[in-house]
């Protein structure tokens, strides 16, 4: 039987904001839980190897948020999404095709088409300070508390259609459950006044669940079920690796995590820059041109490579993990790296044939002693074993004069 081992908080990462509290949240599950998300902030915590996440609540309109390709990176990392409530759950409806997991109510009026405009989960909150607290009233919420007054018969359907018409009528920064009630007739607001305190907060029910989700999902990761299947996809765009190296925190041994951004100014700033960027660039175009050229490396080609790497620098099996998180590096990423060694190590070993009249192993050899020095270094040390195998020929032959 697979012994089960306990969730921890770092499984398991849930951004959010005004939907739920982050106390309760932690009620549900181990979790750690980040503020709403923003473009880049899954990337960032893809390294430190959650086996899910659950995006709840995300920041739009003067803040650029969470995007598709960033969040199909985690899957491609073998981490799980999980999205509802808010953000999550315009997120799972346009990409729950590619695997990532849609949950609650509010997910499912979104693919289901009842809803499709993003103004509908958007509201007004406090910042972090204060908790997240809610100011304005999402539409999501009126349409729900429309329904349960259905259900309660305080609202007939053309009651219910006036209440939510009322609300899409009042911007999102301003709509508040007083400003929604002030546009209805006087009976239907003084039946609705007393039943808003036990209405539904579908953000939050969503929340609670999107939670409760990704937390399964993670115990059943613990208990050895596999990772979530890779979206399909060609090689890595550029707009991803470079969005990468800005966002992707680098986690160093003992846990103190820097963004990745930071840690290439700093190696900008270094007097082998140029060298460093060069032999890089040296290394990417071949495996680019690999790609180009139909070249393809399997699996166990790319393990072997990573394998080969990590073994030049002394990083043992058991280490493995923590140092390509010490490298700013999630799974999908050092599979990437991989790829690129192993097929640079394909091109080198058919340069003669790679591009027409292509240059031999001998050839590169020589281009690289010449700029180097070593040429210079070989050819004197070579010389001058030379001369001392004459010099001893020589003695050896005047000892046996007459």
Same mark, same amino acid.
């Given at each position: 039987?697979?012994?089960?081992?306990?969730?921890?908080?770092? @499984?398991?990462?849930?951004?959010?904001?005004?939907?739920?509290?982050?106390?309760?949240?932690?009620?549900?599950?181990?979790?750690?839980?980040?503020?709403?998300?923003?473009?880049?902030?899954?990337?960032?915590?893809?390294?430190?190897?959650?086996?899910?996440?659950?995006? !709840?609540?995300?920041? &739009?309109?003067?803040?650029?948020?969470?995007?598709?390709?960033?969040?199909?990176?985690?899957?491609?990392?073998?981490?799980?999404? &999980? *999205? *509802?409530?808010?953000?999550?759950?315009?997120?799972?409806?346009?990409?729950?095709?590619?695997?990532?997991?849609?949950?609650?109510?509010?997910?499912?009026?979104?693919?289901?088409?009842?809803?499709?405009?993003?103004s509908e989960v958007a509201l007004l909150h406090a910042g972090a300070e204060h908790g997240f607290r809610p100011f304005t009233v999402p539409l999501v919420?009126?349409?729900?508390?429309?329904?349960?007054?259905?259900?309660? #018969?305080?609202?007939?359907?053309?009651?219910?259609?006036?209440?939510?018409?009322?609300?899409?009528?009042?911007?999102?920064? !301003?709509?508040?459950?007083?400003?929604?009630? *002030? /546009?209805?007739?006087?009976?239907?607001? @003084? %039946?609705?006044?007393?039943?808003?305190?036990?209405?539904?907060?579908?953000?939050?029910?969503?929340?609670? /669940? +999107?939670?409760?989700?990704?937390?399964?999902?993670?115990?059943?990761?613990?208990?050895?079920?596999?990772?979530?299947?890779?979206?399909?996809?060609?090689?890595?765009?550029?707009?991803?690796? #470079?969005?990468?190296?800005?966002?992707?925190?680098? !986690?160093?041994?003992?846990?103190?995590?820097?963004? =990745?951004?930071?840690?290439?100014?700093?190696? /900008?700033?270094?007097?082998?820059?140029?060298?460093?960027?060069?032999?890089?660039?040296? %290394?990417?175009?071949?495996?680019?041109?690999?790609?180009?050229?139909?070249?393809?490396?399997?699996?166990?080609? !790319?393990?072997?490579?990573?394998?080969?790497?990590?073994?030049?620098?002394?990083?043992?099996?058991?280490?493995?993990?923590? &140092?390509?998180?010490? +490298?700013?590096?999630?799974?999908?990423?050092?599979?990437?790296?991989?790829?690129?060694?192993?097929?640079? /190590?394909?091109?080198?070993?058919?340069?003669?044939?790679?591009?027409?009249?292509?240059? =031999?192993?001998?050839?590169?050899?020589?281009?690289?002693?010449?700029?180097?020095?070593?040429?210079?270094?070989?050819?004197?040390?070579?010389?001058?074993?030379?001369?001392? =195998?004459?010099?001893? $020929?020589?003695?050896?032959?005047? $000892?046996?004069?007459?």
């Amino acid at each position: 039987m697979t012994k089960r081992r306990a969730l921890r908080p770092a @499984d398991v990462v849930v951004f959010l904001g005004p939907s739920l509290p982050a106390a309760e949240a932690r009620r549900i599950a181990p979790c750690r839980v980040s503020p709403p998300a923003r473009a880049g902030d899954v990337l960032a915590v893809l390294p430190e190897r959650p086996l899910a996440i659950a995006l !709840v609540d995300g920041l &739009f309109d003067t803040t650029p948020s969470p995007w598709h390709r960033e969040i199909l990176a985690a899957l491609d990392a073998g981490v799980a999404v &999980f *999205g *509802g409530a808010s953000m999550g759950a315009l997120r799972a409806a346009e990409l729950e095709r590619f695997g990532v997991v849609g949950v609650g109510r509010i997910f499912r009026w979104y693919r289901d088409g009842v809803i499709d405009d993003d103004s509908e989960v958007a509201l007004l909150h406090a910042g972090a300070e204060h908790g997240f607290r809610p100011f304005t009233v999402p539409l999501v919420a009126v349409r729900a508390a429309a329904e349960a007054a259905r259900g309660e #018969r305080l609202a007939s359907a053309r009651d219910a259609r006036a209440l939510v018409a009322a609300a899409a009528a009042v911007p999102y920064a !301003v709509r508040t459950w007083p400003r929604v009630l *002030g /546009a209805l007739r006087p009976a239907l607001r @003084d %039946r609705l006044l007393p039943f808003l305190p036990r209405a539904p907060d579908p953000k939050a029910e969503d929340a609670r /669940a +999107c939670i409760e989700a990704a937390a399964a999902f993670a115990r059943a990761r613990r208990a050895g079920a596999p990772p979530p299947a890779a979206p399909p996809g060609e090689a890595t765009p550029s707009l991803l690796r #470079r969005a990468r190296l800005v966002h992707a925190r680098t !986690v160093l041994p003992g846990g103190a995590a820097i963004p =990745s951004g930071e840690v290439v100014a700093a190696l /900008a700033r270094r007097p082998d820059a140029g060298r460093l960027a060069a032999d890089g660039l040296r %290394r990417a175009l071949l495996a680019a041109l690999a790609r180009s050229s139909g070249l393809r490396v399997s699996g166990d080609d !790319v393990e072997a490579a990573l394998r080969a790497w990590l073994g030049r620098l002394g990083v043992p099996a058991r280490r493995r993990e923590p &140092f390509l998180a010490a +490298c700013g590096l999630d799974a999908a990423a050092a599979r990437d790296l991989g790829e690129d060694l192993a097929l640079e /190590a394909v091109v080198l070993g058919m340069a003669g044939r790679f591009v027409p009249d292509g240059p =031999s192993w001998e050839e590169g050899l020589a281009l690289a002693a010449r700029l180097t020095g070593a040429w210079v270094e070989e050819a004197a040390r070579a010389l001058d074993g030379k001369s001392r =195998s004459g010099s001893k $020929s020589r003695s050896r032959s005047g $000892s046996r004069s007459k």
